[in-house]
């Protein structure tokens, strides 16, 4: 008896020799040659599974089989399985959709992203599978992390195999409208996509256009910040920010540090002008200066190719290229502009500041272009019971922007010493000298990885799988910023290295070895590699996998792991902007800083330990229902992070990011990539997973003349939530320095992080009508200051997608042009929920608005789709 694909298949066969390791050795090459060439050819032909007959070859060897065709699953029970029926109740139309509505089952216990299989195949990347139709697809398995250990991956993330049809062909006209229910941001989308699945070829090809309009503040409730003095007349403060004038404050009866500039002409040469607004900063509405939402237009091209190369070979190719433009508006710019006292037009004794936004020039853009080009492909076979699979990919992104950061005003405030009139409109040319910040990052990786797959040893209780990888990698990058503050850097890295994975199965059930134990294997792996400019890194794995009983399953992991920072974080270009708005949680205030963005060539490596215990449960054996709650502890030294809420306690603990003047005041910060010294988290991750037929079966029609009794349909259904809690999550940014709880009050990146928090999901399907919703919650959490106006309060936020789809046909059956055509409509974020946060004081801080922090809001969507 043997286990192939969670399924139990009799094997029959005779070998020559006496020793038991003699006999497993014969057993095993004889196993794992058939599951390298039938099982295989069979993934690949996208046969049903049905049994396979080996004729005798001489040797008196009669084998009979059967298999699930391009399963994966083996020893590790799967977390979910999705069949073509649970596949159309999710309603996805594309991939992407289709990875959205299950994202619960498929994202990893530390947030990863899952490795992507096709027919229990690797691919060279998620190009490969990414232009599928859903519906070229006949069944979805979700595997946790230990998994991706027989694959050549770490087990670290967790993996979906998606099992195609067999014979599949379709041509996909496809386009949306959409807007949100609030104004702007309208977008469109088109797309033109081919399938052909036809035994072991494969042909997609796919291409779209995208286009959203930008979202301008002024179509949203944003307020301007009482703590910025621009003003599109102006607002006059002191030289120093004391004392404006001492007779401005005898006229207004007070001491006076700001005046609005007043909005008569006329007033603007008199002292009683100013004193009639003091100390009360008029505040203006940049609303159609200044985009919260870029314009953006994308087009997108790819194609994948795969065949069979002879009877022994498989092969594939994939292609694609993608180019996204966006357009941006950062609102009128600001100057800050000297007044003297011998200004003609100044009522003022001394020299003033006027802090003022100059709108009678053309406001301040933004431009980014972003080019992404993939080439992949795999090579794969068997070879006496080896199976053995070559992939190589490139990839390459150019980042190219284009970024107005402000006007130079040594024109203007050389016109204004000279007499120039400061508190009216100025000539546009002496505003026309702009300070541009021209940058390009260009990034290309290129690699190979060979995974060689066999069954050398079969013990009582199973075979032994091994597992080797061999890879080489390399990465380079060069940027540059071109404008008032230079930077070009190039750099390269190459990295080399192989892996070794071993499962041995020390009991089993159906091998009658200790049956009464259970199912119980082990698993190590070991990944060395050299990597330029850090040299070796070590990853090492050790797991146990324990079917206690038929449908419950325990799996036991323990990680170590070493990671270069990736290249973009050494490379990117240092961009310096002045006058941007942060919010200093020292004060409590907005303040206008030096922004310093960019890499940091001086990273270094991460490491990391992970210990996790997994439990999964499969209560019914004849329902797809499925349980896993998996609890990890990791510990990270080195990470690499961006600090951006710079609290008293992470200033503290790094001033090097931060410059005050002699006042306090907040001057520059940066924010830019580095490494933190220690973190420790405990989390709790459970998904819960189900899909399936509703009712009971109904009769079968009475079958016509000469053809076979259907069964009448029934309404399919899929449904699963993923939830996750954290325990603790701490984190020390120095040696020597205090830890800060990240679910107790402190923050780095500008909000408390919740305890709880999670997906859920669901549809339901019956003759080609059905419906779908999907939902996010996370928990409330705080950001705790001694400061009222930055003790902050993050209230509980959730959000739910809904869509509902209808075959157009089923109400016009007459219609030849409606077959296969569908009518879908989404509607986003449902609640039109947003983040709702107050401050000490129960104010909303100007920074956290809800519509700076969700500025798209509820959208609705109609897409039409057309199958050829």
Not at 216 to 228: A, G, H, N
Not at 252 to 279: K, S
Not at 771 to 788: L, Q
Request: one cysteine or more; aromatic letters at 6%; hydrophobic letters at 40%.
């Amino acid at each position: 008896m043997l286990r192939v694909g969670g399924r139990i298949v009799r094997v029959k066969t005779r070998c020559h020799g006496v020793s038991w390791l003699r006999s497993g050795l014969c057993g095993s090459a004889g196993v794992a040659a058939l599951l390298g060439g039938t099982i295989v050819s069979a993934q690949q032909a996208g046969q049903s599974p049905v049994p396979q007959k080996v004729e005798p070859d001489g040797s008196g060897s009669d084998i009979v089989i059967t298999g699930q065709r391009g399963s994966a699953v083996s020893d590790i029970y799967p977390l979910a399985t999705l069949d073509a029926r649970a596949i159309d109740a999710t309603g996805a139309s594309t991939m992407g959709e289709l990875l959205r509505a299950i994202r619960s089952t498929t994202q990893s216990a530390d947030g990863s992203e899952p490795i992507f299989l096709l027919n229990a195949q690797r691919v060279s990347g998620y190009q490969e599978i990414g232009a599928l139709p859903p519906e070229a697809i006949e069944k979805v398995e979700v595997l946790p992390e230990p998994a991706a250990l027989k694959f050549g991956f770490p087990p670290t993330r967790r993996v979906v195999n998606f099992i195609t049809k067999r014979l599949f062909r379709q041509i996909e006209i496809r386009g949306t409208a959409g807007t949100t229910t609030r104004g702007g941001s309208a977008r469109a989308e088109a797309n033109l996509g081919l399938t052909r699945l036809r035994n072991d070829s494969r042909l997609t090809a796919t291409l779209q256009y995208r286009h959203t309009d930008a979202l301008f503040q002024s179509e949203r409730d944003v307020v301007p910040d009482p703590d910025i003095l621009f003003d599109t007349i102006g607002n006059v403060t002191g030289v120093n920010g004391g004392e404006i004038d001492p007779a401005l404050s005898a006229a207004a009866g007070q001491i006076v540090t700001v005046a609005p500039v007043p909005e008569a002409p006329a007033d603007r040469t008199t002292l009683a002008g100013f004193a009639a607004g003091a100390n009360r900063a008029r505040l203006s509405d940049l609303g159609p200066y200044r985009t919260l939402v870029p314009r953006n237009d994308a087009l997108k091209a790819e194609a994948v190719l795969a065949n069979r190369l002879g009877k022994t070979l498989a092969w594939s190719i994939s292609l694609s290229a993608e180019q996204s433009r966006d357009r941006a508006l950062s609102g009128p710019a600001p100057a800050i502009l000297t007044v003297p006292g011998t200004n003609g037009y100044s009522p003022f004794a001394g020299p003033v500041l006027l802090h003022r936004y100059l709108t009678e020039v053309d406001p301040l853009r933004q431009r980014q272009t972003t080019t992404t080009l993939h080439a992949g492909g795999t090579l794969r076979g068997a070879v006496a019971g080896w199976r053995w699979d070559l992939s190589a990919a490139w990839d390459e992104q150019i980042i190219d922007g284009r970024n107005e950061r402000g006007i130079d005003l040594q024109a203007a405030n050389a016109a204004i010493a000279n007499g120039a009139n400061p508190f009216a409109p100025l000539d546009p040319s002496l505003l026309s000298a702009r300070l541009i910040d021209v940058a390009r990052l260009r990034t290309s990786t290129a690699n190979a990885k060979t995974v060689v797959t066999g069954m050398p040893l079969r013990l009582p209780a199973g075979e032994v799988t091994v597992t080797a990888t061999a890879e080489v990698e390399r990465s380079s990058a060069s940027s540059y910023t071109h404008g008032t503050n230079p930077f070009d850097l190039s750099l390269g890295r190459t990295s080399s290295g192989g892996a070794i994975a071993i499962a041995i199965p020390l009991t089993s059930r159906h091998a009658r070895v200790l049956p009464f134990i259970g199912d119980l294997s082990v698993n190590a792996s070991a990944n060395a590699r050299e990597v330029s400019g850090f040299g070796a890194l070590l990853d090492t794995t050790y797991g146990v996998t324990w079917g206690l009983l038929e449908g419950i399953q325990l799996l036991g992991l323990i990680k170590r792991s070493a990671a270069a920072p990736s290249v973009a974080n050494l490379s990117t270009p240092v961009v310096i902007t002045p006058d941007a708005t942060i919010f200093d949680y020292g004060s409590g205030h907005t303040e206008l800083v030096t922004l310093i963005q960019g890499g940091n060539p001086g990273l270094a490596a991460e490491h990391r330990l992970v210990k996790s215990l997994a439990l999964n449960i499969k209560p019914f054996a004849k329902r797809e229902v499925r349980l896993s709650a998996t609890y990890e502890e990791t510990a990270i030294n080195n990470q690499t992070g961006t600090v951006y809420a710079l609290t008293p306690r992470t200033e503290a603990a790094l001033p090097e990011l931060v410059t005050r003047d002699a006042s306090g005041r907040l001057v520059s910060v940066a924010f830019r990539p580095i490494n933190f010294y220690r973190e420790r988290q405990r989390t709790l991750n459970l998904t819960l997973s189900a899909n399936g037929m509703l009712g009971k079966p109904p009769p079968a029609a009475p079958p016509k003349p000469g053809a076979a009794a259907a069964a009448p349909p029934r309404p399919s259904f899929y449904a699963g939530m993923g939830p996750s809690i954290k325990f603790s999550d701490r984190l020390q940014l120095r040696p020597g320095t205090a830890e800060l709880d990240l679910l107790d009050g402190d923050t780095i990146y500008g909000g408390g992080a919740p305890r709880a928090f999670g997906y859920a999901y669901g549809g339901i399907n019956y003759l080609g009508h059905g419906a779908t919703f999907d939902c996010w919650y996370g928990g409330g959490n705080r950001v705790r200051s001694a400061v009222p106006a930055s003790d902050l309060r993050f209230f509980p936020i959730f959000k739910l997608n809904m869509s509902a789809y209808v075959a157009v046909h089923r109400f016009l059956k007459t219609e030849a042009w409606t077959r296969k055509l569908q009518l879908k409509v989404e509607v986003s974020n449902l609640t039109d929920a947003h983040q709702r946060v107050r401050d000490g004081n129960g104010q909303v801080p100007n920074r956290f608005q809800p519509d700076y922090l969700e500025p798209i809001g509820r959208t609705v969507s109609l897409t039409l789709r057309k199958l050829l």
